[in-house]
């Protein structure tokens, strides 16, 4: 039902405002709540614009603020999550000529390099359009690969105007959690 | 403190037998490789060290990222000097180690010896410069060695490509008396980003800041004698000061903070005193002297940098000086009022003298000291003005004339 309503909005013609409202898939949340921030790497990222601006929920948002890259127009994002997750959507948002254009997604794929991300094949490869980036709508991802997804690693292989920077404005994930348990929750047994 | 694997590229080249670094430029870049161990493990205990040749048998890891001090000495003994060295291999070989380290939350750092020249282009160098700023590695060079006309533009050029926000630094050793291991205790590739290593700081004996955890920057375990031969010079350095201060002397106001006031005063003494010590301390390491030559040296050292220490002194208020002394203060005080005493008339000073008036009284016939209008006129004396005063001394003596 998910899938049936985000493959029709992908084949409608693209909405015209930029700041229109993202519409979440069906049974999914924002996976933003379960990154966890103190694992997160990004390589090749230009220090004066992170990973931070792309992901982060405020920083996401603001359109002055995006993740470019340094010495190429590669980028590895590594993303781990809090606990485990089913993944079922991205959403790539990036200017016209400097967004991402090929993206190929590995789950637990624990600290790749560039020299080991042709070695693995990705769980994922997304093939991103100018529209993509432009419609604010999250595109599909194979879902039976994202079954059970510790950390997500993120390849960008290419922009869609082969220049020299890739940006990005906002990186957003959408899925379900898999029932574990939460250890906050978990309370002393009074003993009487 | 900033928790790093680090891979040592050695120069074991030929080039390496040449004596113009004592006692040859590849045992000095021994000492020197030694030296960062040492630092490196204890500015913060998870980091680990490798060590890697880039010449003699070919480019191979003697030792992988660890951090046990006695495997890194152990493998630097017997090693031989021989062939050329392949840097970009090196660079390469290094990389691929740190890639494999078991902590994977270290930076990567790579810090080469670069003694031979440099046969690469520039634009070679940038491409493996790139490619490691691309991995996040953080890569130092130690230029010295030969030194034809490209080779530092060469490594600059290689630094600039892999420089990330200053993590990457370069320096340049030229040959001569200086041991190379002490040229580097000072650069950014010792210290570190963050400016701390306490193994590095108490080794240079900071001159820059001038104490850092020991008094003067002399460990006292280390050289007793030079920390007591600072502590004396110190000691009679301040009584000069004092001493001036007062002679300088205009106000008393006593001023708070008088310990931040004479610190300040002692920093800027021993900041000029460092240099001294420091070179004092090389010196001794290279060639042991007469440890009485030291001690005339920095006795000697510190007078001069008083010299030009009292100037600023001079200009401080006085209270400083005068508040480290309540002694003093009472001086200083009791100077000021004798000051401001002198400037009155020499009547009032006279009739400030209560005998003597008394006295003066007691020849004056008909007037008895214990009568008590006398007594009022006596006490009003003491509490009236100038003119008062004046007048009455003119009246005795006329009196007295009669």
């Known amino acids: ?192 | 403190m900033v928790l790093e694997a680090t891979m040592i590229c050695i120069d074991n080249s030929e080039w390496m037998r040449n004596g113009d670094y004592a006692p040859s430029r590849f045992q000095a870049q021994a000492d020197a490789v030694n030296l960062i161990c040492g630092a490196k493990t204890q500015s913060n205990p998870e980091n680990t060290v490798g060590v890697m040749t880039m010449a003699g048998k070919g480019v191979r890891v003697l030792v992988t990222p660890t951090s046990d001090l006695g495997k890194i000495l152990a493998c630097m003994h017997g090693l031989e000097v021989g062939a050329e060295a392949n840097l970009a291999a090196a660079i390469q070989v290094a990389q691929l180690a740190l890639k494999h380290r078991q902590n994977k939350r270290q930076q990567q750092r790579i810090i080469a010896f670069i003694g031979s020249p440099v046969k690469y282009d520039k634009k070679v160098l940038e491409t493996i410069g790139k490619k490691l700023k691309k991995n996040n590695v953080a890569l130092d060079i130690v230029d010295f060695g030969e030194s034809d006309d490209e080779k530092p533009e060469k490594l600059e050029a290689l630094i600039a490509a892999v420089n990330s926000s200053d993590s990457s630094h370069i320096v340049h050793v030229p040959p001569g008396d200086n041991a190379l291991s002490d040229v580097l205790l000072s650069t950014p590739i010792f210290t570190g980003e963050e400016g701390g290593s306490g193994f590095a700081a108490s080794a240079a004996a900071a001159a820059a800041t001038g104490a850092s955890g020991f008094e003067f920057g002399v460990d006292p375990n280390v050289d007793p004698e030079l920390a007591l031969a600072l502590r004396l010079s110190m000691e009679e350095e301040r009584a000069r000061q004092e001493a001036i201060a007062k002679k300088a002397a205009e106000d008393t106001s006593n001023t708070e903070n008088k310990d931040h006031a004479s610190s300040s005063n002692n920093d800027s003494v021993m900041a000029e005193a460092e240099p001294a010590t420091n070179a004092a301390t090389d010196d001794k390491k290279e060639q042991p002297k007469d440890d009485d030559d030291l001690l005339q040296q920095a006795l000697a050292m510190s007078m001069e940098g008083g010299a030009s220490g009292s100037a600023t002194v001079a200009d401080a208020d006085m209270a400083e000086a005068g508040a480290v002394d309540p002694d003093l203060a009472l001086a200083l005080q009791m100077s000021v009022q004798d000051a401001s005493m002198s400037s009155d008339s020499d009547m009032s000073k006279v009739f400030e003298d209560r005998s003597f008036v008394t006295s003066i009284l007691n020849s004056l016939p008909g007037v008895d000291p214990n009568d008590p209008s006398v007594k009022d006129l006596l006490a009003s004396l003491h509490g009236q003005g100038e003119q008062e005063k004046k007048e009455d001394k003119s009246d005795k003596p006329e009196d007295e004339k009669k």
Not at chain 1, 46 to 66: P, T, W
Not at chain 1, 90 to 111: D, Y
Request: hydrophobic share 40%; glycine share 4%.
């Open chain 1, 1 to 192: 039902m998910a899938a049936a309503n985000t493959e029709a909005a992908a084949a409608a013609p693209p909405t015209a405002a930029p700041a229109a409202p993202v519409q979440v898939p069906r049974g999914q949340v924002d996976l933003v709540d379960f990154i966890d921030w103190t694992g997160v790497e990004c390589l090749n990222q230009d220090s004066s614009h992170s990973i931070v601006n792309a992901l982060k929920q405020i920083f996401r948002d603001d359109e002055g603020l995006y993740l470019a890259s340094d010495s190429d127009e590669q980028l590895l994002i590594y993303i781990p999550f809090m606990q485990v997750v089913k993944l079922h959507s991205a959403l790539f948002k990036g200017p016209e000529e400097e967004g991402p254009k090929t993206v190929k997604l590995f789950s637990n794929k624990e600290h790749m390099g560039f020299s080991n991300v042709n070695d693995y094949p990705p769980s994922d490869t997304l093939e991103l359009s100018s529209n993509h980036l432009a419609e604010n709508k999250p595109v599909q991802l194979k879902y039976v690969k994202f079954q059970n997804v510790r950390s997500l690693t993120i390849f960008i292989e290419g922009n869609q105007s082969e220049s020299d920077v890739t940006k990005i404005h906002k990186i957003a994930l959408y899925g379900t959690t898999v029932d574990t348990t939460n250890m906050k929750d978990l309370k002393k047994i009074e003993e009487h």
